[in-house]
């Protein structure tokens, strides 16, 4: 009998359509499991790989850092890690992971800003606390900046003194000339009176080289007078920019000491006149000298013969014929000039110019305290970071907040003079702010940079305290002739108050070195040197250590330092920091180098898998796309890892 099938074949079918929606949503599920299987196993692997940091980065500066070899390496390990998710991943069905390297991103790149980052990273924790806020440290350096620009302005205009000083020596050797010619000129009329004409020739000969040497002392002092306008004339122009920098009152301040060094210019056309006046005199002066010398040689010559004649007649007036020569002697025109030299003790002027010169040469072993040494380290700088690594930074400029965070970090774990670590390289903190070759180096260079700020503020407070400021003018009364010169005399008092300013700050860096402290701004009950010593050191250049006074409210050597960084460009100071960690590790470690210390990673990882629900048949499917529907299917995946 024939029965009909319809309802099964219709149930037949239905069951199947179902099943197979049902087993394309579970397969769909699957394969997004999958892709998160893959990126979990992707995550984890570059989480495997950075947790191989560098372990004494860590444990001694606190900075994760994967120490990268090359991207084949990298990506065998990422391989290698991703193995186990491989062997275990059950329906997931991943196998043939491949890695590429997309990115990397290292500490030394951009600048140092990851460097920078790993920093601050750090300091979140608020294990180092900053010394100041972004607002005081700009306003403090702020006002040291201008400080400097009027140290460097006055200093030299200060130091005009110097030239104007030889122009008053030249004036001094003139008129030295002059009375010299003035005496030579009576010791050979005495001589002519007495008779003795070749005393007097010798005399009357000495006088000529006076005159002949005086025309070369005119034109020298010539020479230090155009010498000295055209030095104003530079000055002006070379800090005409700086001085538009200046706050009001202080801008007043230097406009005043600026506008003497031109009155004493002004000054020099009245003594040219005179001068001239004394060149113009010089041939007359030696015509009548050799009409005088004939004039003695005839009489001599006259006298002899009639001696020779004596006994054929009276006897001649010797005394009258010499009392002649004597009278036409004295109407021989010796130059006068009313031009008074405007120094009275050359001696302590040159002193106050050997304190200055020593700004520019060695004063170490003058600063250094009695117990302490010269680091003698020495820095092998041909793998840094700073000569090979160095990139330009590409983001905005380094904040100020940044900024001291970083140099609040380098004072913390880079040790300074005096700190006086056994390590080699005791001057670390130092190096961050020179880059030089060698502990002393650094040391030198530091000690020259706090030098310049002490001594900008230090000449500041001189110039507004008056019991300090009435020294120094005292001091240059003594030095130059106040009466006749005293635009001289202002020009000489810039001299000693650099020179008093550079002493005092000669004795803050002696405190700073012997780990005490020293004050920004100076008060009074601060200040720790006299006049009196400023002139004892400008003889024995040795400092009066009796005097070192602390200050309570001052800051320390490192402080100093940490204020020298903050006025580094963040390239310097990154790269340099990165130098000291890296010779500190290399000696445990000579492989370890910043340049390869990886801070970011970026990877492609590629991987297939096959369909699970999606692959019930009767027949075996070719697993060829193009023939049909394929097995196998790729997945991809990025991972970016940072510390």
């Not at 370890?592 to 009767?618: A, D, I, K, M, P």
């Amino acid at each position: 009998m024939k029965r009909s099938g319809s309802v099964t074949v219709f149930l037949a079918l239905v069951i199947t359509c179902c099943s197979a929606l049902i087993c394309a949503l579970t397969e769909s599920a699957r394969t997004a499991g999958t892709r998160f299987y893959v990126r979990t196993m992707a995550d984890s692997a570059i989480d495997s790989l950075f947790s191989q940091y560098h372990k004494p980065l860590w444990e001694c500066y606190r900075l994760l850092g994967y120490q990268y070899g090359d991207d084949g390496n990298a990506a065998q390990d990422l391989e290698n890690f991703m193995k186990p998710y491989v062997e275990n991943c059950g329906w997931y069905a991943v196998s043939s992971p491949t890695v590429q390297i997309s990115k990397r991103t290292f500490l030394t790149d951009d600048g140092g800003v990851w460097f920078e980052q790993e920093i601050l990273d750090y300091l979140k924790y608020g294990w180092i606390n900053l010394n100041c806020t972004p607002a005081s440290a700009e306003a403090l350096w702020k006002q040291v900046h201008e400080a400097q620009i009027m140290d460097e302005i006055l200093k030299d205009y200060g130091l005009q003194s110097k030239q104007a000083v030889a122009m008053e020596q030249a004036i001094m050797r003139i008129h030295q000339n002059l009375s010299a010619q003035d005496s030579m000129k009576q010791e050979a009329r005495s001589l002519v009176r007495n008779g003795q004409n070749a005393a007097f020739q010798r005399a009357s000969n000495q006088l000529s080289g006076l005159v002949h040497s005086l025309p070369a002392l005119i034109e020298r002092y010539d020479q230090k007078a155009d010498a000295y306008s055209m030095s104003l004339s530079a000055l002006k122009q070379k800090h005409a920019a700086q001085l538009s920098q200046l706050q009001e009152e202080n801008l007043t301040a230097i406009e005043e000491q600026i506008a003497v060094c031109h009155e004493y210019a002004d000054r020099d056309g009245q003594r040219r006149q005179a001068l001239d006046a004394l060149d113009d005199s010089n041939d007359a002066e030696l015509q009548a000298i050799s009409d005088v010398q004939c004039l003695a040689d005839e009489t001599e010559a006259y006298i002899e013969e009639a001696e020779d004649d004596e006994e054929d007649g009276d006897g001649i007036d010797e005394d009258a014929l010499w009392q002649s020569v004597a009278e036409a002697w004295d109407f021989v025109p010796i130059p006068h000039s009313n031009i008074t030299p405007g120094i009275r003790d050359e001696k302590t002027e040159s002193l106050l110019e050997t304190i200055l010169k020593l700004a520019s040469k060695g004063y170490l072993h003058i600063i250094l305290p009695s117990d302490r040494q010269l680091p003698e380290g020495s820095i092998d700088t041909s793998n840094f970071p700073s000569r090979y690594a160095v990139t330009p930074r590409k983001g905005p400029a380094v904040d100020l907040l940044r900024a001291i965070a970083v140099d609040e970090y380098a004072g913390a774990y880079l040790p300074s003079f005096t700190d006086q670590a056994q390590t080699p390289i005791s001057c670390q903190l130092e190096y961050v702010v020179a880059g030089k070759s060698s502990d002393q180096a650094n040391l030198t260079a530091a000690a020259a940079e706090i030098l310049a700020i002490r001594e900008a503020l230090n000449l500041i407070f001189i110039m507004t305290t008056p019991s300090l400021r009435r020294q120094a003018h005292e001091i240059a009364e003594l030095i130059a002739s106040a009466t006749a010169f005293p635009e001289l005399t202002i020009l000489i008092e810039c001299l000693i108050m650099s020179a008093w300013a550079l002493v005092e700050s000669f004795m803050d860096l002696r405190l700073l070195l012997g780990s005490q402290k020293a004050a920004i701004y100076k008060t009074r009950e601060d200040w720790m040197t006299s006049m009196e010593d400023v002139l004892a050191f400008a003889s024995t250049l040795r400092l009066p250590a009796q005097r070192l006074k602390e200050s309570k409210k001052g800051i320390s050597y490192e402080a100093y330092l940490k204020l020298l960084l903050f006025t580094k460009s963040s390239e310097i100071r990154n790269y340099r920091t990165m130098d000291m960690i890296q010779a500190a590790l290399v000696p445990a470690d000579p492989d370890f180098r910043f340049q390869t210390c990886l801070y970011g990673l970026q990877t492609s990882v590629s991987c297939e898998s096959r369909h699970l629900f999606t692959n019930l048949s009767f027949t075996r499917p070719s697993g060829d796309s193009s023939k049909g529907y394929a097995l196998q299917f790729p997945i991809r995946t990025e991972s970016v890892k940072a510390y």
